[in-house]
């Protein structure tokens, strides 16, 4: 299995940026669990941080020839990012969205997620853990979605 793990605006300042909400975990520390975890169950993982949104865009479709699944913590375009969504929805691979913080219990404009609705799951306010289980899930949802 193949499972392409999107990191969206600002996820790289992880460690740093607002520690009382996302920790003092760093990027690469999230990013090294998340490949010990995908090597324990035996996925292949790719990890792609993108500041920009058509990046993303670029990503998710590409990702219809080369992943089964998608993992996506699109940051702030979460809120509002119709391209990403639409990209999603075009693609149409098993998506599990994470999100380090508890969305629902912040600003009144991170509740929302536009993406959520196109998603098969939302993993949120756990931490660097929910990467982990959202590739738990994801390798179950890909199994399932090939039957
Ligand atoms: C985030 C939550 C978003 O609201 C925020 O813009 C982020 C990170 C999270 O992982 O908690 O950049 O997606």
Redesign the pocket.
Known sequence: LRVLVLQ????NLIGSREPD??GRETFDEINRKIKAKAQELGVEVKILQSNHEGDLVDAIQEARETADGIII????L??YSYAVRDALTAVRLPTVE????N?HA?EEF?HRSVIAPVVMGQI?GLGSLGYLLALEAICQLIEQSHR
């Open positions: 969206g605006p600002n996820l909400f996302y913590n699109a940051g702030a979460t809120h994470v999100h380090l913080s969305i912040r991170r949120v």
